[in-house]
């Protein structure tokens, strides 16, 4: 038997978003997002058609899911705050219910010892912007910038740890590569400047931040996919590697961290004239206003070859001319959400932040385990046994203890998610959380094996395996 032992100032709880929790109800003044336009428009997208609007109730239920939070060992907390909810039409008036629900779910976090980290954009733009082009547009940075300074004034007294986006690459991917996102096109001009307005939001929110004198902490939350090449004795696999590294991972890691783009990625996208509209000034405003914290969200790695098919995704170019992805025999896999489960990869790029970026504070913003039908563990109790998820955290936790040991500044571990979420376009298909959520039976909640676990664990700080 190990021994792992966490900091006593260790941050041990779950991380979820507004959007995938709060659902909408008649009165409470919220705008529609694109999830709630593209909802109307194309249910049949949706899983079992299952829209926004069901999305956990927890704008009704906060108070209760508070207090199942503390059952099952949290001192923090991250979600969203919905700017179609706070800001509905995305620029102008802000809606008074919506602050009210706001400030009582903060005030409610804090009074029972969970401290809020609060992110400002998790994929859910304003469908009124939207119609005016999303993060196309430069007037939506401008949009996003008044509403963050208006979420700081609002909320800033309490809330000391903000995030300006989650998952920045996901709109991107979504949006305006692979289809999974509205407005489902396919333009890597327009991703790419999307990706360019988002990070420069992103620094545009941190300068105002800080020119409000708040003083609290304020970052970015970013998926990192590790990735590895098929051979690494192979120049043409490494390279393919390295490259879906830039497109994924450091277009917003090398900006958010170290206020500029990598030079390889500025020549790659210049090559095909690709390179995003740019103002004056912008430069030093990414370059002046780098992140205090960074949240890492880690699922699975990206196996990469050299380009050996000669399939075209689209007309235009595409991050998938330059590397194939590799399907490495003997994987271990979620079979319900067909990602590889790989414990050493949280390991890995925990070192990379360490020893390519400056050992920033950081903290695993998200890691989980989504499985489908899960009523089938379901005991005598009318608990479900999810004893893989308990064995899923621990084979990562081990390997954030060993990034510990070796020096990673590395502050928590947020799991992925605190009770069943709705998930996009997969809805409630695959269940992640450390509580139930019955829908049939108006969203009761049970807390599972899981989270009875993460209680015990995180109040001794650490596990014996």
């Known amino acids: 038997m190990m021994k792992y032992t966490f900091p006593e100032t260790f941050w041990w709880g779950s991380a979820t978003s507004g959007p995938q929790t709060e659902g909408v109800f008649e009165g409470d003044g919220k705008g529609d997002s694109i999830w709630?336009?593209?909802?109307?428009k194309e249910p049949e997208r949706f899983f079992n058609g299952v829209g926004p609007e069901k999305a956990s109730y927890v704008y009704k239920t906060y108070k209760e899911d508070i207090q199942l939070m503390k059952e099952t060992g949290h001192n923090s907390y991250r979600t969203s705050i919905q700017w179609s909810r706070l800001i509905p039409e995305g620029t102008g008036e802000v809606n008074p219910e919506?602050?009210?629900f706001y400030n009582s779910?903060?005030?409610e976090l804090i009074a029972n010892g969970i401290e809020p980290f609060i992110n400002l954009y998790h994929f859910d733009m304003p469908m009124a912007l939207q119609e005016k082009g999303g993060w196309e547009n430069r007037e939506t940075v401008e949009a996003?910038?008044?509403y963050a300074e208006k979420c700081f004034e609002l909320f800033g007294d309490r809330v000391k740890k903000w995030f300006t986006h989650n998952e920045p690459i996901v709109p991107v991917e979504g949006g305006y590569l692979y289809q999974f996102h509205y407005p489902l096109e396919v333009n890597m001009k327009k991703a790419v400047?999307?990706?360019y307005h988002e990070a420069l939001a992103s620094a545009l929110a941190i300068q105002k931040y800080r020119e409000m004198g708040q003083d609290g902490e304020i970052g970015i939350i970013v998926n990192l996919t590790p990735s590895y090449p098929r051979d690494e004795n192979n120049p043409e696999d490494v390279k393919a590697a390295r490259i879906a590294d830039l497109f994924f991972n450091r277009s917003f890691l090398d900006p958010a961290i170290k206020g500029e783009y990598p030079q390889e990625l500025v020549e790659l996208l210049r090559e095909i004239d690709h390179l995003?509209?740019?103002q004056p000034g912008d430069k030093d405003i990414i370059k002046e206003n780098t992140v205090d914290l960074l949240g890492v969200n880690y699922y699975q790695p990206r196996r990469i070859k050299a380009k050996e098919s000669t399939e075209k995704l689209a007309e235009g170019p595409m991050p998938d001319d330059y590397f194939d992805n590799y399907d490495m025999p003997g994987k271990k896999m979620n079979p319900y959400r067909g990602w590889e489960i790989y414990e050493k990869g949280i390991?890995?790029?925990?070192?990379n932040l360490r020893d390519n970026y400056s050992n920033i504070p950081c903290f695993i913003s998200e890691n989980g385990m989504g499985v489908e039908g899960e009523e089938r563990y379901i005991n005598e109790e009318g608990v479900i046994e999810d004893d893989y998820r308990i064995d899923f955290i621990k084979g990562h936790l081990k390997y954030v203890h060993q990034a510990l040991e070796e020096g990673v500044n590395v502050?928590?571990?947020h799991m992925w998610t605190c009770m069943d979420n709705w998930s996009w376009t997969n809805a409630y298909k695959n269940r992640y959380g450390f509580i139930s959520v019955d829908l049939e039976n108006e969203g009761k909640r049970t807390i599972k094996k899981s989270g009875r676990w993460f209680k015990e664990m995180t109040a001794a700080n650490g596990f014996e395996d």
């Open 36 to 40: 709630d336009y593209w909802y109307k």
């Open 98 to 100: 919506a602050v009210k």
């Open 105 to 107: 779910y903060i005030d």
């Open 144 to 146: 996003y910038v008044a």
């Open 193 to 195: 400047q999307v990706a």
């Open 276 to 278: 995003p509209d740019v």
């Open 347 to 351: 390991y890995d790029l925990l070192i």
């Open 411 to 413: 502050k928590g571990y």
